[in-house]
């Protein structure tokens, strides 16, 4: 009888023993999240798993090392989107540049254990600006007006026209149109032609 109440004991014993080993260096990180780099206006995804824990969440690292709960995080950056900081996949949408260097990490949470992973960190770069395609001939503009009915567009006299002249563009080509039926037209390739209306005179020349 001694000895079977002595393996019993022998085995509680054990068993709170292991029971306490496992509280205290149960958890076992199995991934830590990776570095994202996107561009201002995406989305980062960080990925972290972990054995025998009870609960997880999420922390933000600013560039000097300060650390920050989700809560905290958003308050700082409201324009930002959060979410999943109390699970293993965190999303950060709507991404800004002020994030450029912040690092985020996952902890986990047992009974007597808290484990966390490493760093990853937020790599964002600006949009590049969008491509723009110079035209092959500037917009209407007159140099100077010179009191009269005289315009000058690229050093060029428009003689005698109406104070209301209609401009029109297509396939490069260009027109200038008085109402009295004056006109001046610049073709895609640099031929010009001018008529006036009031002498009807006729002139062609090339840009």
Known sequence: ???AVSVLLALVLV???S?????DYGIVVTGHPADETRMEGETALFVSSAKYYTTSDWSFVDPSGRMYTAAEFRSMFPSVIVEGE???MLTVGNLNMDLNGWAVFCSFHSS??????NWAFFHVDACPAPAYTVPSYAPPAYDYYDGDTTYYWEGISLTDYSDE???TETDGAMSFVGIDGSYFFIGSDGLWESF???SGSFEVGML
Do not use: C, Q, R, V
């Not at 029971?19 to 509280?23: C, E, N, R, V, Y």
């Not at 007597?112 to 992973?117: I, K």
């Open 165 to 167: 002249m209609m401009y």
């Open 86 to 88: 109390h699970t293993t």
């Open 15 to 17: 068993l709170a023993f």
């Open 196 to 198: 006036d209306a009031a």
């Open 112 to 117: 007597g254990d808290n484990t966390s992973t």
């Open 19 to 23: 029971a306490t080993a496992f509280a």
């Open 1 to 3: 009888m001694k000895k």
